[in-house]
């Protein structure tokens, strides 16, 4: 059975929604038998959430170019980061989610984290409109971006200065893999470091893949070196 968390829920947002559905659909996994569940409303957060990241970067960072605008935005999108925003206001406990992902951590799952905050600002969007859910963007994500006044740096240069920190020879990308027709390819790309072992990732053209493959190794090695 589904619980209404709408209240809870409208004292985060500081919004009471006209419709009563929206709330519930936006806290409950597809693992709850018998309910809608958040999954569209997640598709349309997260192009709500990327229009207003987008949107405080533009008019933060005036003197940036595109490339530091796109890393920045990458940062602040990224799964860890939205799940960030989603366990400090408490919409873990708020979840709607079956006994099996219940014991499976699902209150604290990054993953799910994430999806359900996006699924939230979709709702809120629908309900209230793009200001009321961009005041909310800009009231969770301001302190992330004054967290850092430099531009994250791409995937590829931090592997880079990791592996030249420690005195190991420059990553190399290999592409392993190569699906599709001409028009729409699909690459995987594996990259290697001295001593590490190898990640791969796939991409539609290979500086893509490359970014992920380095973005993958570059977050185990900092995460098990504890940097």
Request: charged share 25%; glycine share 8%.
């Amino acid at each position: 059975m589904v619980h209404d968390h709408t209240k809870a829920l409208e004292r985060i947002l500081d919004h009471r929604f006209t419709d009563p559905l929206l709330p519930i659909r936006a806290l409950t996994h597809r693992s709850v038998e018998g309910a809608p569940s958040y999954e569209r409303l997640e598709f349309l957060g997260d192009r709500v959430l990327g229009l207003a990241v987008a949107e405080m970067l533009y008019t933060q960072f005036p003197d940036e170019d595109e490339g530091a605008l796109a890393r920045r935005h990458a940062h602040l999108v990224r799964q860890d980061t939205v799940a960030r925003v989603a366990l400090s206001v408490g919409l873990g406990t708020l979840m709607e989610l079956s006994k099996g992902e219940e014991d499976l951590g699902g209150q604290s799952n990054p993953s799910l984290l994430c999806d359900v905050c996006e699924s939230v600002l979709g709702a809120l969007y629908l309900d209230a409109g793009h200001v009321k859910a961009q005041a909310f963007v800009r009231t969770h994500w301001a302190a992330l971006i004054d967290e850092d006044p430099n531009p994250p740096k791409d995937a590829k240069t931090g592997l880079q200065e990791w592996a030249q920190g420690r005195g190991l020879p420059l990553p190399t990308y290999a592409v392993t893999d190569r699906e599709g027709p001409a028009h729409k390819p699909l690459f995987t790309v594996t990259v290697t470091v001295k001593g590490e072992k190898p990640e791969a990732a796939c991409g539609a053209s290979k500086r893509v893949a490359e970014q992920a493959a380095a973005e993958k190794l570059l977050a185990r090695v900092l995460g098990t070196s504890g940097i």
